[in-house]
C-alpha cells in the first residue's frame, strides 16, 4: 500500500494506511513481557492461521489480536513544519 501525498492544501497531510488489529512479538517476545520486536502489520495483509502458527513454531513469534488503535481512526495526520 502506497502512502499518498496531497499537495492542493496550504498544510501538507500524509494518508497513512490504517493498521491491522493483529500484533506481532517477535523471537521469543511476550505480550507480558515486551522487551523486544513489536510488528503490526497493514489492515487486511495479516497472515492467516497457518502462517502464524508456523512462525510459533520455528521463530517463537506470537500473535496476538487487540482493540484497534485511536490513531488507526484517524486518516489524516498533519506535517509538522
Given at each position: 500500500?502506497?502512502?499518498?501525498?496531497?499537495?492542493?492544501?496550504?498544510?501538507?497531510?500524509?494518508?497513512?494506511?490504517?493498521?491491522?488489529?493483529?500484533?506481532?512479538y517477535m523471537f521469543g517476545n511476550h505480550p507480558e513481557i515486551n522487551n523486544?520486536?513489536?510488528?503490526?502489520?497493514?489492515?487486511?495483509?495479516?497472515?492467516?492461521?497457518?502462517?502464524?502458527?508456523?512462525?510459533?513454531?520455528?521463530?517463537?513469534?506470537?500473535?496476538?489480536?487487540?482493540?484497534?488503535?485511536k490513531q488507526d481512526e484517524r486518516e489524516v495526520m498533519p506535517m509538522s513544519?
Open positions: 500500500m502506497e502512502r499518498k501525498i496531497i499537495n492542493d492544501d496550504p498544510m501538507p497531510s500524509i494518508y497513512n494506511p490504517k493498521m491491522s488489529q493483529w500484533e506481532c523486544g520486536f513489536r510488528y503490526r502489520p497493514v489492515k487486511g495483509q495479516a497472515p492467516g492461521f497457518f502462517i502464524r502458527f508456523m512462525m510459533k513454531i520455528c521463530f517463537d513469534c506470537t500473535w496476538v489480536k487487540t482493540p484497534p488503535l513544519s
